[in-house]
């Protein structure tokens, strides 16, 4: 199931009008390390009771720090946070629902954090997602 979430939150990125290269956390594809990208991550799906679940994803920003200036990063976090705070009109509930044969039951942002970690840019938008499985 945490693989079709990415799956799923990459899509929803892409259609949006994300244009920066999306990658997922269970992918085995290389990046170019040398640009700005974004990483798709679900490391935890919980059951909570009957069909309800609740997702934990993580939607990072990261980009050297040496050859992206600061200002092209943080553009580029507002733009993945404004595509999240404007998720209801955005298609995510029919992605989700396609590509991984849930129903979405709304979105909350758990945390949003930026630091420099080895000498790269890095800002986290950890969200948790409801959902709902047919049983």
Not at 15 to 24: N, Y
Not at 60 to 83: F, K
Not at 90 to 118: M, P, Y
Request: aromatic share 6%; net charge negative; hydrophobic share 45%.
């Amino acid at each position: 199931m945490n693989s079709s979430i990415e799956n799923a939150f990459a899509a929803w990125l892409v259609d949006a009008g994300i244009v920066l290269p999306i990658h997922t956390g269970a992918s085995t594809e290389e990046f170019d390390p040398e640009q700005l990208a974004v990483i798709v991550s679900v490391p935890d799906v919980e059951h909570s009771v009957g069909p309800l679940h609740r997702a934990t994803v993580n939607l990072v920003v990261t980009g050297p720090a040496y050859h992206t200036s600061v200002q092209s990063y943080r553009e580029t976090a507002l733009g993945i946070r404004g595509v999240v705070d404007e998720h209801a009109n955005s298609g995510l509930a029919a992605v989700i629902g396609q590509q991984a044969g849930a129903s979405f039951g709304g979105l909350w942002v758990k945390d949003s954090s930026e630091r420099i970690e080895e000498d790269r840019w890095i800002h986290t938008l950890a969200l948790t997602v409801g959902l709902v499985r047919p049983v």
